[in-house]
């Protein structure tokens, strides 16, 4: 029975007594009714908040675009190894009253050990790639007096990997008229019935400036000697 009908069957006493209960019923049932709450995601299309994002961190970790393609590293030491399996350059020059002190380090690059005993043979070349008229004498020659520059030769295994050190000296003091012996290229070979070879300094390894990976300036005034220390560890 619909409210119309039992409110036309009461008395009209009745009817003012109950009418405010009614209408509280009324609201209350429309006020229950269920709402969206604010912020809450709807059903329909999605916004653009709801739109997947990917953080620069997952982009440089992973294979995807924005990923940096891996590389396998190469064993440049390995490639660049001369056929002789040994590698001579040098870094350190000292220099003390016009006296020049060289190190020269020999690394074996390669898969088999190399034997040193003795001292090695050196050959001083002008900017044409001639080879000057140096002395090239063992030991310090009476050039300088030098802690353990006089020191015996004795024999040394150089293991794959391992270096050994040979020491070069001279003066480039001039007492002559004559131009001074300008040396541009050093070639050594290790041991009696080695190959020469040419001697790098340490960073031009790759020619990576413009001048020749094996240019160097040895200035030898008018001496015109050199004086050559043994191998050694």
Known sequence: MSIRAIMTTMSPRWIVTLFPLVMAV????????????????????????????TSAVEDSAGTGVGSAPSSTPTNSSASDCPETGVRLTTDLVEVAM?????????????????????????????EQRRTLDVRVERGSADIAIVDGFDTPPEAITVRPGERAEAQLMWRNTHASMNAPQVGEYLRIAPARGRPWQPVIPVGRERNSSGQDSDQITVNLGSTGELGVRAWFR
Not at 28 to 38: H, I, Y
Not at 39 to 49: D, I, K, L, Q, Y
């Open 26 to 53: 009324l609201v209350t049932g429309c006020a229950a009714r269920p709402t969206q709450p604010v912020g809450e995601a709807s059903s329909g299309p999605s916004s653009a908040a709801s739109i997947p994002t």
């Open 98 to 126: 016009g006296l020049r002190l060289m190190h020269v380090e020999l690394t074996n690059c390669g898969d088999r050990p190399y034997t040193l005993n003795g001292y090695p043979r050196v050959r001083v070349l002008d």
